[in-house]
Nanobody
Framework: QVQLVESGGGLVQAGGSLRLSCAAS????????MGWYRQAPGKQRELVAA???????NYVDSVKGRFTISRENAKNTVHLQMNSLKPEDTDVYYC???????????????WGKGTQVTVSS
């Protein structure tokens, strides 16, 4: 099993910054992609940003230039630096991790429980 623990959500005024972190632990042989998704009530979960083990990144258009995703491979940790936050960034943010388990050698696709980000106008 792979567990993801998220931290860093909260309440911030528009224009402010927050940094989300997510640490993966458990039976991990390797991690390919780590990413952040967000979901508002009644809406589909959408990809915000993702990063591969090689450092390639992908962002949804609405956050390009404002958010930066990074990872620490040795710590199985991914961060999302969010700057110039807007009220429309308000959502629950979920960490996602895809890789291969160390015991079963099977691929895994794990999710965190989510952390609330609220941006006030």
């Amino acid at each position: 099993q792979v567990q993801l623990v998220e931290s860093g959500g909260g309440l911030v005024q528009a224009g402010g910054s927050l940094r989300l972190s997510c640490a993966a632990s458990g039976s991990i042989l390797s991690i390919n992609t780590m990413g952040w998704y967000r979901q508002a009530p009644g809406k589909q979960r959408e990809l915000v940003a993702a990063i591969t083990s090689g450092g390639s990144t992908n962002y949804v258009d609405s956050v390009k230039g404002r958010f930066t995703i990074s990872r620490e491979n040795a710590k199985n940790t991914v961060h999302l630096q969010m700057n110039s936050l807007k009220p429309e960034d308000t959502d629950v943010y979920y960490c996602n991790c895809q890789g291969r388990a160390s015991i079963s050698l099977r691929p895994f696709d794990s999710w965190g429980k989510g952390t609330q980000v609220t941006v006030s106008s």
